[in-house]
C-alpha cells in the first residue's frame, strides 16, 4: 500500500485490472492516542466497475470535532457535496487518517466464478480486516472500531471481536449515518469509486480506443449502464474488464447475445493395476500326483522385497 498526504489513485487507473490499497500519512497524534476507526464501502451493487472499502480514524477525544465538519452519509450527498467533504477531511490531516482498498472488477468477477467460490461477503469482510490489520501495523492507536455491516449484525460483530480481542467494535446498520467516523470512512469510499469510473481507461480497445461511454452509474436498473452493456458485448470475449462478468445482469446478456461453447468432459483413462486384485498377494497352489500341495507361480515382490520365504508346512 502507498502512503499518501492526498486521495491520488492514479496508479488504478493506469492498471486497472489488480487491486489497490491508499494509505494517508498517519497523524502523530493517532499514534499517541486512542482512536476510533469507521469502515464502509462503497460500489458492492453495481455491475460496473470496482469495490471500494474506506476506513477513516481519528483520536477518541477529536470526534466531536470530527462530527463538527459535517460529514454524513455519502449516499444521501451530491457528488459536489462529497467531493467538498473529502477536501475537509483531508486538510484536517493532523488529527484525521484514511485508507482505501479498491478491489478490481477482474477481481471480484474471478473470486466469483472459481471453483472454490469467493463470495462478496467473504471479499467484504477480508478487506475491512486488512484495513484494520494495516492500520495498527502503521502505528495506529485503534481502541474502537465501527462498522457499517454485512450480513447479519451479530455474527460480524462476533468475527470482528475473535479476530481483535482487544478492541471495541461496533457493528450495526446505517452505520455511516450514526458515527461521524464511518460517514468519513463512506464518503472516501465514495470518491475514490467514482474517480475511479470516471477516469476508467480500456485496455481492450487499444490504439483505436473504440470502446467509448458513457457508462453511467454502473447500477443494474441505469439506463445508461444497460445500454452500454448491450453494445459492448462481444460474442466471444464478453465485456470489458470494467464488467463484472460474475453479475446476473452481465450473465443473462451473455448467454443471449454471446456464442454458446460446449465443453466436452473427457473420461480419465484407467490406469492398469490401479486396483490391484488382493489375489495378487497370495501363493498359487496347487495339487501333485501323490496329492501332496505345492506352491507355482512367483512371489509376489511385496514379500520378495521384505526377505520373506514361503511357509508350505507348519
Not at 146 to 164: H, N, R, S
Request: proline share 6%; aromatic share 8%; glycine share 8%.
Amino acid at each position: 500500500s502507498l502512503l499518501q498526504e492526498k486521495m491520488d489513485i492514479t496508479p488504478y487507473n493506469e492498471k486497472n485490472t489488480h487491486n489497490f490499497k491508499l494509505f494517508s500519512n498517519i497523524p502523530d497524534v493517532c499514534k499517541s492516542e486512542p482512536c476510533v476507526l469507521g469502515i464502509d464501502e462503497a460500489g458492492r451493487g453495481p455491475v460496473l466497475g470496482p469495490m471500494v472499502y474506506g476506513i477513516a480514524f481519528c483520536p477518541v477525544s477529536k470526534n466531536g470535532d470530527l462530527k463538527a465538519l459535517g460529514v454524513d452519509d455519502s449516499k444521501v450527498l451530491s457528488e459536489e457535496q462529497r467531493e467538498k467533504l473529502l477536501q475537509i477531511v483531508l486538510d484536517n490531516n493532523e488529527y484525521i487518517g484514511w485508507a482505501v482498498d479498491i478491489l478490481s472488477p477482474s477481481f471480484i468477477s474471478t473470486s466469483m466464478n472459481k471453483r472454490g467460490k469467493y463470495n462478496l461477503n467473504a471479499m467484504s469482510h477480508d478487506s475491512a480486516i486488512n484495513l484494520v490489520k494495516d492500520a495498527i501495523q502503521h502505528g495506529v492507536n485503534v481502541s474502537e472500531v465501527y462498522v457499517d455491516t454485512v450480513g447479519p449484525p451479530e455474527k460480524y460483530q462476533a468475527k470482528l471481536e475473535g479476530i481483535f480481542p482487544n478492541i471495541s467494535i461496533t457493528v450495526a446498520k446505517k452505520a455511516d449515518s450514526l458515527y461521524p467516523c464511518v460517514s468519513a470512512a463512506s464518503i472516501c469510499a465514495k470518491v475514490a469509486r467514482d474517480h475511479t469510473l470516471k477516469d476508467w481507461s480500456f485496455p481492450e480497445g487499444g490504439e483505436s480506443g473504440n470502446i467509448t461511454g458513457p457508462w453511467g452509474s454502473g447500477y443494474p436498473a441505469d439506463p445508461v449502464t444497460k445500454k452500454f452493456l448491450q453494445e459492448q458485448i462481444h460474442p466471444i470475449f464478453g465485456f470489458p474488464g470494467i464488467v463484472r462478468f460474475s453479475w446476473k445482469t452481465a450473465q443473462k446478456i451473455m448467454e443471449e447475445k454471446g456464442v454458446k461453447v460446449e465443453w466436452e468432459e473427457v473420461e480419465p483413462e484407467e490406469e492398469e493395476n490401479k486396483n490391484p486384485s488382493v489375489s495378487q498377494y497370495f501363493v498359487t497352489v496347487a495339487k501333485s500326483k501323490k496329492g501332496e500341495k505345492k506352491s507355482v507361480g512367483k512371489m509376489h515382490p511385496y514379500f520378495r522385497e521384505r526377505c520373506l520365504t514361503r511357509v508350505e508346512q507348519f
